[in-house]
Structures are given as structure tokens and as C-alpha cells.
């Protein structure tokens, strides 16, 4: 079994930061990207950051300049620096793993809240 599991969540206010972190843990037989998805009441859930085993980055537009993603291969860790939080930012943060070159992820965490207050 594969268990995500994050950390960090909480309230802040507008212009702070938080740190997220995920551990994995479990029979994954292979790792192409960790990553952290998001998602808002009444929005779709999007792509925040995720970072490949080879040290590739992509980031959604909204948060370039503003978060960073770094992981641990070895451990399966993967962390996001979140500075100069908006409101916009509140949402569900979820850690996932992809097991493929692309696509969509193949394991999900149970999710953390973020909530940022004007």
C-alpha cells in the first residue's frame, strides 16, 4: 500500500508563508514526479508545483516567484515554500506522486487546508 501523507497546513495571513512537507511511504514501484495540486470551493483542482526525479520544475503561473518545490528522491519527500500568500491561495493542498513520464497522478494524499486571511 501507498500512503502520502502532508503536513504544514493552517492559517496565515496575507504576505506570510507556510511550509508544506509529504513523506511517502509504501510499495511504489516507480517515481516520476512529486507534486502538490490544489484545489478551491468551487474551482477545479489545478497543478501548483511538481518536481521530477531528474530535477525538473514546473509551476502554475499563479504561484511562479512565489513558491518553491524541492523533494528528496531517496526519501520520497517532497516540500513546498509558500511566501507572499495571497487569499487566492486558500485551498486543499494535496501531495500526489506520478509513476509515468506524464499524465495525471497515480497517488494522492488526503490533503491539507490552507486558508490565507486578508
Known amino acids: 500500500q501507498v500512503q502520502l501523507v502532508e503536513s504544514g497546513g493552517g492559517l496565515v495571513q496575507a504576505g506570510g508563508s507556510l511550509r508544506l512537507s509529504c513523506v511517502a511511504s509504501g510499495s511504489i514501484f516507480s517515481v516520476n514526479a512529486m507534486g502538490w495540486y490544489r484545489q478551491a470551493p468551487g474551482k477545479l483542482r489545478e497543478l501548483v508545483a511538481a518536481?521530477?526525479?531528474?530535477?525538473?520544475?514546473n509551476y502554475a503561473d499563479s504561484v511562479k516567484g512565489r513558491f518553491t518545490i524541492s523533494r528528496d528522491n531517496a526519501r520520497n519527500t517532497v516540500t513546498l515554500q509558500m511566501n507572499s500568500l495571497k487569499p487566492e491561495d486558500t485551498a486543499v493542498y494535496y501531495c500526489?506522486?506520478?509513476?509515468?513520464?506524464?499524465?495525471?497522478?497515480?497517488?494522492w494524499g488526503q490533503g491539507t487546508q490552507v486558508t490565507v486571511s486578508s
Open positions: 518536481v521530477t526525479t531528474d530535477g525538473t520544475t
Open positions: 500526489t506522486i506520478r509513476s509515468r513520464r506524464t499524465g495525471l497522478p497515480n497517488y
